[in-house]
């Protein structure tokens, strides 16, 4: 049962571009949660969704931010015109029922760095 | 005020003695809570979750939970040298049901 995937690995990105992060969750798993963290800072909810729903993105920044997760395909964050501020690591985690305290699996994680 | 609370460290402990991580929330309705360990540059990875108020063991691992105080801890017996890593506390639920709210991570060194 392969974990949570999460791609690209790494990914660089000039000021101006899109970058466009994707997460496969657990098989079985349809609840997904979006995360950042910043160098030795602690992880930083950003959005959690099931299947073509967003449930709750109130820790997404309201611009140049989106998240989808659509019937078909992995769940994607996008973030629009990227700024220096973005670079950071973003990690997905998926649970299979997402409520009362179910355990979330995390990916590898997406490293951003933005020139 | 962070609803979930973590001294960041580091806490340096001798190699086999006891590491006690230490968390404290805000949300008194939060309901589950997690510990994650990450090693430099992975993701999180789980270790145990606690609900009930009271002490939960697996190996060298016990979770303890005071609701009473909104306490969490984590205590590693005979602590090595690869546990050092940065220990993540997460809670789940109170008045927001959808996330978990994660501390800023203890990082943890056990020296040789």
């Known amino acids: 049962n392969a974990g949570v995937m999460q791609n690209p690995r790494h990914l660089v990105r000039r000021r101006g571009q899109e970058a466009r992060l994707r997460c496969s969750p657990m098989k079985g798993h349809s609840h997904v949660y979006w995360y950042r963290q910043l160098p030795e800072e602690g992880l930083k909810f950003m959005v959690y969704l099931q299947k073509e729903n967003i449930i709750d993105e109130s820790g997404m920044p309201k611009e140049r931010f989106s998240a989808e997760f659509p019937k078909e395909g992995p769940s994607i964050l996008r973030i629009q015109q990227v700024v220096r501020g973005d670079s950071a690591a973003y990690f997905c985690?998926?649970?299979?029922?997402?409520?009362?305290?179910?355990?979330?699996?995390f990916g590898p994680g997406t490293r951003l760095t933005v020139l | 005020q962070k609803e979930v609370e973590q001294n960041s460290g580091p806490l340096s402990v001798p190699e086999g003695a006891i590491a006690s991580l230490n968390c404290t929330y805000s949300d008194r309705g939060s309901q589950s809570f997690f510990w994650y360990r990450q090693y430099s540059g992975k993701s999180p990875e789980l270790i145990m979750f606690?609900?009930?108020?009271g002490d939960k063991e697996d190996g060298r691992f016990t979770a303890q939970l005071n609701k009473a105080s909104q306490y969490v801890s984590l205590l590693i017996r005979d602590s090595q040298p690869s546990d050092s890593a940065t220990y993540l506390c997460a809670g789940f639920g109170g008045y927001n049901f959808n996330k978990f709210y994660f501390g800023s991570g203890t990082k943890l060194n056990v020296k040789p």
């Open positions: 985690a998926s649970s299979p029922m997402g409520r009362g305290g179910d355990t979330q699996y």
């Open positions: 606690i609900y009930s108020n």
